[in-house]
C-alpha cells in the first residue's frame, strides 16, 4: 500500500557478513555514511541534518517463522539510497541475488526517484547485482592490504563519492538529468595562499585516476578560460557550486575574495570556512560568519587524510542544505489552507546578508529556517531591519 513520504531521503547499506567476527568493507561504509550524515561528526547545534543510515546484511525469521531479509519501504520517503556492497560472498549467495532483483524492480516501477549504488569489491570476473545498466564504484585500490577490508584513505575517497552521488541526486528537479559532477570552488587570497596551493596540489590526487569521479573543483587559474570576462566565469561557477573559502590573514581584506563570498551567499551556496589565519587582520570580514568553520592551524606534514575529511565536511554541508529544504518546503505546502504566505526558506539560519538579497527584492513575510530558534537578542536585530517579517524555526511551524 502507497503511503505519503514522510522522509525527504532514506539510506540503506546492504552488505553481506563475511563470517568469523569481521563485518568486513560493507559495514565500515554503513558506520562512516552514519558518522558523516547523522550529525555527530559535524558537532552542530543545531538538528538540520540528522540522517539515520539504515542496513541491511543479515536475514531474520519474519512471522511465519522463515529467515528473510527486511524488506525496504520505498514509499516512506522520497528518495532513497540503496548502497549495495557487493562482495566474493554476497555474489555467492542466492538470497542475496533474489532480494537485489526485487529492490531493482522497485526501482524501476518507481520511475527513478531512488538511487542505486552498486560498490563492486567482488573478485569474480563480471560479478555485479542485478541492478540492470547502473553503473557501480569498482576500486581495487580502496581495498587494505590483506584485502578484508577498506583503507582509512580507500574509505574516505569511498564517502566522497557517495557523498557526491547523493548530493547531485537529492537537487530539485534531476530525477531524469544525466549525473555531473560537485564542484567545489576554491576561494582564496594570493598574497599568502600558499597553504591553497597546497590544497590544490592534495585535491589533484582525489580526481578520477584515484578514485573520485564525483568531485571538481573549480580553481581559478586552472578553470578560467582566456578571451572572457573572469568575473563571469567566476559567478557562474559559484552559482552550481559549493563553495570553500580558505580564509587566511589577506583573505579578510581582498575586494575578489569578499565579492566571491558575497556572490555565494547571496546564491544562497553551501559555504565551509577553512581557517588558516596566523597573525590576524585589522578588519574581520563580517559576512564570513554563519557558515561551518574548519580550523587547521598547522600544515607540516599535513597528508591527503587531512583533505579528505575537509571535502567531506564540505559536502556534508551541501547535502544538510539541500536536504533540509526539500523537507522544509515540503511540510509547509501539506499544510491545509497554510496561513503563511510569501515564505523564504533559509537552509542557514537567517543574516543580515539573506535579508539583504533575499527578503527586500521579494515583499518576502515570513522566513522559515533551520532549528533551534535563534536567541531573543538576535531576533531584535532582524525586527529591527524588517519589522512585521515572522521569523519562525522549522520546528515552530505551527498548521
Given at each position: 500500500?502507497?503511503?505519503?513520504?514522510?522522509?525527504?531521503?532514506?539510506?540503506?547499506?546492504?552488505?553481506?557478513?563475511?563470517?568469523?567476527?569481521?563485518?568486513?568493507?560493507g559495514m565500515q561504509v554503513a558506520m562512516a555514511l552514519n558518522d558523516s550524515l547523522s550529525g555527530s561528526a559535524s558537532k552542530r547545534d543545531t538538528a538540520g541534518l540528522g540522517i539515520t543510515v539504515r542496513h541491511r546484511s543479515r536475514q531474520w525469521p519474519n512471522?511465519?517463522?522463515?529467515?528473510?531479509?527486511?524488506?525496504?519501504?520505498?514509499?516512506?520517503?522520497?528518495?532513497?539510497?540503496?548502497?549495495?556492497?557487493?562482495?566474493?560472498?554476497?555474489?555467492?549467495?542466492?538470497?542475496?541475488?533474489?532480494?537485489?532483483?526485487?529492490?531493482?524492480?522497485?526501482?524501476?516501477?518507481?520511475?527513478?526517484?531512488?538511487?542505486?549504488?552498486?560498490?563492486?569489491?567482488?573478485?569474480?570476473?563480471?560479478?555485479?547485482?542485478?541492478?540492470?545498466?547502473?553503473?557501480?564504484?569498482?576500486?581495487?585500490?580502496?581495498?587494505?592490504?590483506?584485502?578484508?577490508?577498506?583503507?582509512?584513505?580507500?574509505?574516505?575517497?569511498?564517502?566522497?563519492?557517495?557523498?557526491?552521488?547523493?548530493?547531485?541526486?537529492?537537487?530539485?528537479?534531476?530525477?531524469?538529468?544525466?549525473?555531473?559532477?560537485?564542484?567545489?570552488?576554491?576561494?582564496?587570497?594570493?598574497?599568502?595562499?600558499?597553504?591553497?596551493?597546497?590544497?590544490?596540489?592534495?585535491?589533484?590526487?582525489?580526481?578520477?585516476?584515484?578514485g573520485v569521479p564525483g568531485v571538481g573543483l573549480f580553481y581559478d587559474v586552472a578553470h578560467t578560460l582566456t578571451g572572457a570576462n573572469f568575473d563571469e566565469q567566476f559567478l557562474g561557477a559559484i552559482k552550481e557550486c559549493v563553495f570553500l573559502a580558505i580564509v587566511?590573514?589577506?583573505?579578510?581584506?581582498?575586494?575578489?575574495?569578499?565579492?566571491?563570498?558575497?556572490?555565494?551567499?547571496?546564491?544562497?551556496?553551501?559555504?565551509?570556512?577553512?581557517?588558516?589565519?596566523?597573525?590576524?587582520?585589522?578588519?574581520?570580514?563580517?559576512?564570513?560568519?554563519?557558515?561551518?568553520?574548519?580550523?587547521?592551524?598547522?600544515?607540516?606534514?599535513?597528508?591527503?587524510?587531512?583533505?579528505?575529511?575537509?571535502?567531506?565536511?564540505?559536502l556534508v554541508e551541501a547535502i544538510r542544505m539541500q536536504v533540509w529544504e526539500n523537507d522544509a518546503r515540503r511540510r509547509m505546502s501539506a499544510i491545509a489552507g497554510s496561513r503563511y504566505d510569501k515564505v523564504a526558506y533559509f537552509a542557514r539560519p537567517p543574516e543580515?546578508?539573506?535579508?539583504?538579497?533575499?527578503?527586500?527584492?521579494?515583499?518576502?513575510?515570513?522566513?522559515?529556517?533551520?532549528?533551534?530558534?535563534?536567541?531573543?537578542?538576535?531576533?531584535?536585530?532582524?525586527?529591527?531591519?524588517?519589522?512585521?517579517?515572522?521569523?519562525?524555526?522549522?520546528?515552530?511551524?505551527?498548521?
Amino acid at each position: 500500500m502507497t503511503t505519503t513520504p514522510f522522509d525527504s531521503i532514506r539510506i540503506y547499506v546492504l552488505w553481506a557478513p563475511p563470517g568469523g567476527g569481521n563485518e568486513g568493507p560493507g559495514m565500515q561504509v554503513a558506520m562512516a555514511l552514519n558518522d558523516s550524515l547523522s550529525g555527530s561528526a559535524s558537532k552542530r547545534d543545531t538538528a538540520g541534518l540528522g540522517i539515520t543510515v539504515r542496513h541491511r546484511s543479515r536475514q531474520w525469521p519474519n512471522k511465519q517463522g522463515v529467515s528473510t531479509f527486511r524488506p525496504i519501504d520505498f514509499d516512506a520517503a522520497e528518495c532513497n539510497v540503496i548502497i549495495a556492497v557487493y562482495t566474493d560472498v554476497m555474489h555467492g549467495r542466492d538470497e542475496w541475488r533474489d532480494y537485489l532483483r526485487q529492490i531493482y524492480k522497485t526501482y524501476e516501477q518507481r520511475g527513478g526517484v531512488d538511487l542505486l549504488l552498486p560498490i563492486i569489491l567482488s573478485k569474480v570476473p563480471g560479478a555485479r547485482p542485478s541492478w540492470g545498466q547502473v553503473q557501480g564504484i569498482a576500486r581495487d585500490e580502496y581495498l587494505s592490504t590483506d584485502g578484508k577490508g577498506l583503507s582509512p584513505s580507500g574509505l574516505r575517497r569511498l564517502i566522497l563519492d557517495v557523498l557526491s552521488r547523493i548530493l547531485e541526486k537529492v537537487r530539485p528537479n534531476t530525477a531524469a538529468d544525466q549525473p555531473k559532477k560537485v564542484t567545489i570552488f576554491l576561494s582564496h587570497a594570493k598574497q599568502d595562499g600558499v597553504d591553497a596551493a597546497t590544497l590544490v596540489e592534495q585535491f589533484g590526487r582525489l580526481k578520477p585516476s584515484s578514485g573520485v569521479p564525483g568531485v571538481g573543483l573549480f580553481y581559478d587559474v586552472a578553470h578560467t578560460l582566456t578571451g572572457a570576462n573572469f568575473d563571469e566565469q567566476f559567478l557562474g561557477a559559484i552559482k552550481e557550486c559549493v563553495f570553500l573559502a580558505i580564509v587566511t590573514d589577506a583573505y579578510h581584506g581582498r575586494p575578489w575574495c569578499q565579492w566571491e563570498l558575497l556572490r555565494a551567499k547571496q546564491w544562497q551556496r553551501p559555504i565551509v570556512v577553512w581557517d588558516r589565519t596566523d597573525e590576524g587582520t585589522a578588519r574581520s570580514f563580517p559576512y564570513l560568519g554563519n557558515v561551518p568553520v574548519v580550523r587547521t592551524p598547522n600544515l607540516d606534514g599535513a597528508s591527503d587524510d587531512l583533505v579528505e575529511n575537509l571535502l567531506i565536511q564540505v559536502l556534508v554541508e551541501a547535502i544538510r542544505m539541500q536536504v533540509w529544504e526539500n523537507d522544509a518546503r515540503r511540510r509547509m505546502s501539506a499544510i491545509a489552507g497554510s496561513r503563511y504566505d510569501k515564505v523564504a526558506y533559509f537552509a542557514r539560519p537567517p543574516e543580515l546578508a539573506d535579508i539583504a538579497y533575499q527578503c527586500r527584492a521579494r515583499e518576502i513575510s515570513v522566513i522559515v529556517y533551520p532549528d533551534p530558534p535563534i536567541g531573543k537578542d538576535e531576533r531584535s536585530l532582524f525586527e529591527a531591519v524588517l519589522p512585521g517579517v515572522l521569523l519562525l524555526s522549522l520546528g515552530e511551524v505551527q498548521q
